[in-house]
């Protein structure tokens, strides 16, 4: 019997996606015994071409991380879903947007603008934009357009299954590979990660204490965190409670706080909104002006509270964008 | 209401103790305010998750009005303390996303204050109006999934 074809793809991401496949370590020899990799740019030579050449479906499952932000992904993006019979939205850019979903806070011209005028060490005093077509004397040359918002995955095609994480945990990754090799895979849509928040496997859980209250939130390089004491009740903005689980707490082990790359729990509507909610009730503080100094390290809640989400908010992108 | 006027839409989240009361009182009182606020009860402004709000403006509200009692007076003592901090780091939020600073406001209003539920919906409807529709960038959907509208939204 011919072994299942499995295709992995990057869009809009950093390569540590690739990387935690890498991170597979020796179980990367099961996966390459038991299923054949037809398309991995990152570390095969494989060409979109070899994609083209596929019959529809032919591939039995797809992982594609990374978000969608200019025409060649969303080109790729649709590609895939032709020839692959289960895409997996691989990791949080994927699954929700990502880091790169942060420039949802920035017109299209304004991430531009950023990048081609106002970087430090940019010398562009003609305001030149990168030009989707250009007339070289040896031909003329494309790049591919960049769309004015950054989307997840989900919303450029249909997606079968969910990877969280940035990038996905080893663990959750042999899980869903085992699922699919065995025919175990929950019904469509799931996402392939606990159903329980992050504090529930913290290593610090027991010293979370019964009520949470301190008077201002503090980031990480102002204090030296106590080791083993829950980093919430030190005034560091923790995102555990509103986090998936299932990464095994790598963050809070390393004693810095949870950021929420792992997305959402069911039944949640807006992952920031959440989170925010969470954090602004556990401070002790009642009046305006003890609020303010409460919150005052709290300096981009946007960014704190949608850091992996925005594109998968209920907002999307800043209004006008 | 059709002569041309834009009429904006403003979800009100009243907390059951003071301002649901106050705006039972303007009723009673045939004070008459703006038709366009629709008042959902909440048992306290603490009930408020954040999520309303936003679900309210990606669901075709121009603004969101929350309404508690003052501080101090809380039913359940502390629910609009919290209430004060989560709209604080929400109206944060909201900003950075362009959502002007008139379309969600939070105001205290107690049980006898009807006057004050009038003064406040007439005078944000009257903002609201001014700023236009909200226009929230759509979110995007794959080719061929057709986007749930609400009820309210279908014209």
Redesign the interface.
Known sequence: MSKPKVGFYWCASCGGCEEAIVDLAADILGVVAAVDIVFWPCAMDFKRADVEAMADGEMAVCFVNGAVRTSEQLEMAELLRRKAGLIVAFGSCAHTGGIPGLAN?YSREGVLAAAYDAAFATVNPEGMRPQTEYAAPEGTVTLPELHE?V?KL?????VEYYLPGCPPPVKLITGALGAILEGTLPPKGSILAPEIALCSECPRKDSKPEKLDFTAFKRPHQIIADPALCLLAQGLLCLGPSTRAGCDAPCITGNMPCTGCGGPLEG???L???A??A???V?E????AS??V??AE?P???GA??RYSLPA????????? | MSDGTFQPRIVAFFCNWCTYTAADLAGISRMSYAANVRVVRLMCSGRLDPQFVVAALRQGADGVLIGGCHPGDCHYQVGNHKALRRFTLLKRLLGQLGIEDERVRLEWIAASEGDKVQRVINEMVAQVRALGPLGLTAIPRPHGEAAAVPPCCAE
């Open positions: 806070l918002t989307k989900d919303q450029v095609i249909p949640t509507k807006d920031g909104t959440n925010l909610s954090a602004a009730s401070l503080a009642t009046d305006e609020i303010a409460g919150l709290v981009d809640p946007a509270f949608y908010s209920l907002l999307y992108a800043k209004k006008g964008s």
